[in-house]
């Protein structure tokens, strides 16, 4: 069992910046791939941002503006969101999956954008 824990969410006006944390209690450094999730309310479940072992791929609406990273040392996932707007408003979700189709979620960090 893995536990991934999210900090970093908040409340930030539009144009600002968050940097979203999600500390693993197992080595990442054999993951497979490591991404960010966000849910808003009444919507489904949607990739932002995923990083495999070649590929890191990104949602359009975030393009250019969110970077996912990681650094193994300290197990830890990094999403650094710049130039939010009101519609990235949502609970953000990390996620990392290992070999065998083991999948790991964290608990989930609120971010709120006022315009």
């Known amino acids: 069992q893995v536990q991934l824990v999210e900090s970093g969410g908040g409340l930030v006006q539009a144009g600002g910046s968050l940097r979203l944390s999600c500390a693993a209690s197992?080595?990442?450094?054999?993951?497979?791939?490591i991404g960010w999730y966000r849910q808003a309310s009444g919507k489904q479940r949607e990739l932002v941002a995923r990083?495999?072992?070649?590929?890191?791929n990104y949602a359009d609406s975030v393009k250019g503006r969110f970077t996912i990273s990681r650094d193994n040392a300290k197990n830890t996932v990094y999403l650094q969101m710049n130039s939010l707007k009101p519609e990235d408003t949502a609970v953000y979700y990390c996620?990392?999956?290992?070999?065998?189709?083991?999948?790991?979620w964290g608990q989930g960090t609120q971010v709120t954008v006022s315009s």
């Open positions: 996620s990392v999956s290992y070999s065998g189709g083991l999948v790991y």
């Open positions: 990083s495999g072992v070649v590929l890191t």
């Open positions: 197992r080595s990442i450094f054999g993951a497979n791939s």
